[in-house]
């Protein structure tokens, strides 16, 4: 029988349940430490849940449970005919946090949204280089290249001049990377000597203001009081830091978290008889796949690549490790998004015809490895399953692979730093918008990056280039529908799954959404008493 250890962060949190008279506080079991506390710096889910989701406000945000826009600290806008200039009229009225060595003495101002931007974009800003100063989601979506600037019109309005049209540009706003610091923050902290702390314990206007930071225990949150849009139904929100998924759905059991994400799979027939557990679930909009690095011999050869897809028996692996909640994955994009081309055909599963063309590649008795990921992700519930799975294809095949892995952290610097031969990856979409999987994962401008197969082909980045410039989505659609086969022909990815999302939570939480961007937001949620 598995021992469940239940953490001493625990008791901490039900005595501080326990402090406060009628104070609501909703305890959030997740997966891992975040990275950091600056959305800017990282593309991890696990930090934005952290950071961006609960603590920040962007220009325009995501209406709960839904990839719709709608105004955040942005009121309205207007968009010129070319497409290149966007006109903001920012709220009045809103707030930033307040903390031990911090207290605003000024609202929120265009000042807010141009310093959060220019940080970005200018490699001489004060604070470009401060904490690092590696910006993967901006530079990688060509933010760097398509914000030409950011104008300040007066305190309450602000224009961005792009280089060139970008249909998604509104989705772009939305997303994590865009959240809104104080400037008045900043300078405090630069003054002092510590400009780090900005990136370390962060201020935002959102519904959540953070309060302390345990590494690998708990983050610490508390409702902000004057929230524009009303302060949150509960007190206190505390993540409880819990990488095993067993012990998760323990804790969950036992009351000592409401709300859980990346349940094990084998855990799920039992979650849907448990009384006190209410298991929530919808299509993801996701796609877990294996990148081969084409930089590397003999992955550089499409035919190596497309007779090791032929090796990979999917089914086994929806099977075996999504326990039957996902389908097989034919393209880099989730058939839930628009301009998903179904006439796209996958690879067969044909030990023969990999071994064959294994042969005409010239390729015989090849050892590599296969990295899997340390974490449970939605779009891969068990990567080191997956990776026994592979390592076992490739076996019949003549291809002897070793599994390697390595902490998060340690695994995505290395992968971005092209170390890799094979790795498993995935990616949950941030936009609701084809261009956040095509662009993001496989453009030329998101190596080194997010684009872990280091594949920057130029009639596939071509095509998506200009479906960022065409005015309709019809156009965009056909440039797209291209895109993905000429994905499919060079075969830089294994597209694995797209997989069922599920989130159990107690039945006394009201309320809760299920982000189709994967996210985990809890303004809006509330308990029973």
Same mark, same amino acid.
Request: aromatic letters at 12%; glycine letters at 6%; proline letters at 5%.
């Given at each position: 029988?598995?021992?469940?250890?239940?953490?001493?962060?625990?008791?901490?949190?039900?005595?501080?349940?326990?402090? $406060?008279?009628?104070?609501?506080?909703?305890?959030?079991? @997740?997966?891992?430490?975040?990275?950091?506390?600056?959305?800017?710096?990282?593309?991890?889910?696990? *930090?934005?849940?952290?950071?961006?989701?609960?603590?920040?406000?962007?220009?325009?945000?995501?209406?709960?449970?839904?990839?719709?826009?709608?105004?955040?600290?942005?009121?309205?806008?207007?968009? @010129?005919?070319?497409?290149?200039?966007?006109?903001?009229?920012?709220?009045?009225?809103?707030?930033?946090?307040?903390?031990?060595?911090?207290?605003?003495?000024?609202?929120?101002?265009?000042?807010?949204?141009?310093?959060?931007?220019?940080?970005?974009?200018?490699?001489?800003?004060?604070?470009?280089?401060?904490?690092? $100063? *590696?910006?993967?989601?901006?530079?990688?979506? @060509?933010?760097?290249?398509?914000?030409?600037?950011?104008?300040?019109?007066?305190?309450?309005?602000?224009?961005?001049?792009?280089?060139?049209?970008?249909?998604?540009?509104?989705?772009?706003?939305?997303?994590?990377?865009?959240?809104?610091?104080?400037?008045?923050?900043?300078?405090?902290?630069?003054?002092?000597?510590?400009?780090?702390?900005?990136?370390?314990?962060?201020?935002?206007?959102?519904?959540?203001?953070?309060?302390?930071?345990?590494?690998?225990?708990?983050?610490?949150?508390?409702?902000?009081?004057?929230?524009?849009?009303?302060?949150?139904?509960?007190?206190?929100?505390?993540?409880?830091?819990?990488?095993?998924?067993?012990?998760?759905?323990?804790?969950? /059991?036992?009351?000592?978290?409401?709300?859980?994400?990346?349940?094990?799979?084998?855990?799920?027939?039992?979650?849907?008889?448990?009384?006190?557990?209410?298991?929530?679930?919808?299509?993801?909009?996701?796609? $877990?796949?294996?990148?081969?690095?084409?930089?590397?011999?003999?992955?550089?050869?499409?035919?190596?690549?497309?007779? %090791?897809?032929?090796?990979?028996?999917?089914?086994?692996?929806?099977?075996?490790?999504?326990?039957?909640?996902?389908?097989?994955?034919?393209?880099?994009?989730?058939?839930?998004?628009?301009?998903?081309?179904?006439?796209?055909?996958?690879?067969?599963?044909?030990?023969?015809?990999?071994?064959?063309?294994?042969?005409?590649?010239?390729?015989?008795?090849?050892?590599?490895?296969?990295?899997?990921?340390?974490?449970?992700?939605?779009?891969?519930?068990?990567?080191?399953?997956?990776?026994?799975? %592979?390592?076992?294809?490739?076996?019949?095949?003549?291809?002897?692979?070793?599994?390697?892995?390595?902490?998060?952290?340690?695994?995505?610097?290395?992968?971005?730093?092209?170390?890799?031969?094979?790795?498993?990856?995935?990616?949950?979409?941030?936009?609701?918008?084809?261009?956040?999987?095509?662009?993001?994962?496989?453009?030329?401008?998101?190596?080194? $990056?997010?684009?872990?197969?280091?594949?920057?082909?130029? @009639?596939?980045?071509?095509?998506?280039?200009?479906? /960022?410039?065409?005015?309709?989505?019809?156009?965009?659609?056909?440039?797209?529908?291209?895109?993905?086969?000429?994905?499919?022909?060079?075969?830089?990815?294994?597209?694995?799954?797209?997989?069922?999302?599920?989130?159990?939570?107690?039945?006394?939480?009201?309320?809760?959404?299920?982000?189709?961007?994967?996210?985990?937001?809890?303004?809006?949620?509330?308990?029973?008493?």
């Amino acid at each position: 029988m598995r021992k469940i250890v239940i953490g001493a962060a625990s008791a901490v949190i039900l005595a501080m349940a326990a402090s $406060g008279a009628q104070a609501k506080t909703l305890v959030y079991c @997740s997966e891992g430490s975040p990275e950091g506390f600056n959305p800017a710096f990282y593309t991890t889910g696990t *930090t934005f849940d952290a950071t961006s989701k609960n603590i920040f406000d962007k220009l325009v945000l995501f209406k709960r449970g839904t990839t719709e826009i709608e105004p955040g600290l942005a009121e309205s806008w207007e968009v @010129s005919p070319d497409g290149k200039t966007y006109t903001f009229h920012l709220r009045k009225g809103v707030t930033f946090h307040d903390s031990d060595i911090f207290k605003p003495t000024r609202q929120f101002n265009a000042d807010d949204v141009i310093w959060s931007f220019e940080r970005q974009l200018k490699k001489d800003h004060p604070y470009h280089a401060v904490s690092g $100063g *590696t910006y993967d989601y901006f530079e990688g979506m @060509s933010m760097n290249t398509l914000l030409e600037k950011i104008e300040k019109v007066d305190d309450y309005t602000v224009v961005f001049h792009l280089s060139r049209p970008e249909a998604p540009m509104l989705a772009n706003l939305a997303m994590d990377f865009a959240s809104i610091f104080s400037a008045e923050y900043a300078d405090k902290m630069m003054k002092a000597g510590t400009p780090e702390v900005v990136d370390q314990k962060p201020i935002g206007t959102g519904p959540f203001m953070f309060r302390g930071y345990q590494k690998d225990a708990q983050i610490r949150y508390e409702a902000n009081p004057t929230y524009w849009q009303g302060k949150a139904a509960i007190d206190r929100l505390v993540f409880v830091i819990t990488p095993d998924a067993s012990v998760r759905y323990a804790k969950l /059991k036992a009351g000592e978290c409401h709300v859980m994400p990346y349940p094990n799979p084998a855990d799920l027939e039992a979650m849907k008889t448990d009384k006190a557990v209410n298991l929530m679930h919808q299509e993801g909009l996701n796609v $877990g796949y294996l990148a081969y690095n084409v930089e590397k011999k003999p992955f550089d050869d499409v035919r190596v690549r497309k007779a %090791l897809n032929l090796a990979i028996d999917k089914k086994a692996i929806i099977d075996a490790v999504y326990q039957g909640a996902g389908t097989a994955a034919t393209n880099p994009i989730p058939p839930t998004i628009w301009s998903y081309n179904k006439a796209v055909k996958d690879d067969a599963f044909d030990p023969a015809a990999a071994k064959k063309l294994l042969a005409e590649a010239g390729v015989k008795d090849l050892k590599t490895t296969i990295w899997a990921m340390p974490v449970q992700r939605p779009y891969n519930p068990n990567a080191r399953r997956m990776a026994e799975i %592979l390592q076992a294809n490739w076996k019949a095949v003549g291809v002897d692979a070793e599994i390697t892995s390595y902490e998060w952290g340690e695994y995505l610097k290395r992968a971005k730093a092209g170390e890799h031969e094979t790795a498993l990856f995935g990616w949950t979409g941030d936009n609701g918008d084809p261009d956040n999987f095509l662009a993001v994962l496989l453009g030329c401008d998101a190596i080194p $990056g997010n684009n872990y197969a280091r594949w920057c082909d130029k @009639s596939f980045e071509n095509l998506i280039q200009k479906a /960022k410039i065409a005015t309709s989505q019809e156009e965009r659609v056909k440039l797209y529908e291209e895109a993905q086969v000429i994905f499919k022909e060079q075969a830089p990815w294994a597209t694995i799954a797209h997989s069922v999302v599920y989130e159990p939570i107690r039945k006394e939480v009201i309320d809760y959404k299920i982000d189709p961007l994967g996210g985990h937001i809890f303004y809006g949620v509330d308990l029973k008493k």
